[in-house]
Structures are given as structure tokens and as C-alpha cells.
């Protein structure tokens, strides 16, 4: 099932402090991968960053989830300063982000920033709105998880 994470974000993730991981590994072992399309320039994604930390701390070992920013940011440097808020990891800022980022944006049927859709460990969508749920309940009481 691991290809489905190479196919859908590319081989490299990258932590806010620059570490590089292939994204196989880093996803591999998650039971939930959320998808955090956003950009730095957009006042509601900014907002949300705070009940995203809370839901990913309070679930990133309770629910073995990991979050993946893909970036709509307008250049490196609102990029790098966004995603230097974020404890979770990123599809990297390089010359392939726009195809990346587009083709994602595509895929789930995003319409505006922020959107986070929760995928289970196959890639399949377990709630392709879940920001209303993390703001609702930083828990993800309301979120059907698979167990």
C-alpha cells in the first residue's frame, strides 16, 4: 500500500527545520495521514493553525496520524515562515509544488483555503471536510474513525 504516499505527494517530505525524509518511510506505519492544504497569505489558514496543532497533538499518538502541509504559498519565503509554525510535515517548496499541490487540490475537490481531509492508511478518504470537525472538537470525537 506504500506506493499510494509516493504517488500521491511525491518520494521526499520535509520537516519545518529542513530535514528531509522519503515520504514512504515517514508515512508507512501511520494509520492516518491528514492533508493540510493552506497558504501563508490566507488570513483563514493562519487562523487555523492553532486548532490544528491541538487536534495533532492530542491525536498524532493516540491515532498514529501524521499531517502533511501542502503549500499554496506564493514564494519560499512565505512558505518557510508559514511552515515554520507547524510541528508535522510538508510536501517540499521546490520547482514541483504547483503540479503537486494542483494535482492534490484536483484530486479532493479542494475549493478553498484551509481545507484538511483525513485519509486512512490506504489513501482512502476517511472525511474530506475535516476542519469543521478539529474545530469543533480538538479530540476528533466527531471524526469516524476506523476504530
Not at 517530505?13 to 492516518?32: F, I, M, P, V, W
Request: with cysteine; glycine share 8%.
Amino acid at each position: 500500500t506504500m506506493s499510494v504516499w509516493n504517488t500521491l505527494l511525491g518520494k521526499t517530505l520535509t520537516s519545518s527545520n529542513g530535514t528531509q525524509h522519503s515520504t514512504e518511510d515517514a508515512l508507512k506505519d501511520k494509520e492516518y495521514v491528514g492533508l493540510f492544504f493552506g497558504a501563508q497569505w490566507c488570513g483563514w489558514s493562519r487562523r487555523f493553525i492553532p486548532n490544528l496543532i491541538d487536534f495533532y497533538q492530542r491525536t498524532v499518538n493516540k491515532r498514529n496520524l501524521e499531517i502533511v502541509y501542502v503549500s499554496a504559498d506564493e514564494d519560499r519565503r512565505a512558505y518557510n515562515s508559514f511552515f515554520g509554525t507547524m510541528p508535522w510535515k510538508s510536501v517540499p517548496f521546490n520547482g514541483e509544488i504547483e503540479a503537486i499541490s494542483g494535482r492534490l487540490q484536483d484530486k479532493f475537490r479542494v475549493t478553498g483555503f484551509p481545507t484538511f481531509v483525513l485519509l486512512d492508511k490506504d489513501g482512502k478518504i476517511v472525511l474530506r471536510d475535516a476542519r469543521e470537525a478539529v474545530m469543533r472538537d480538538p479530540e476528533g470525537s466527531t471524526i469516524p474513525w476506523n476504530k
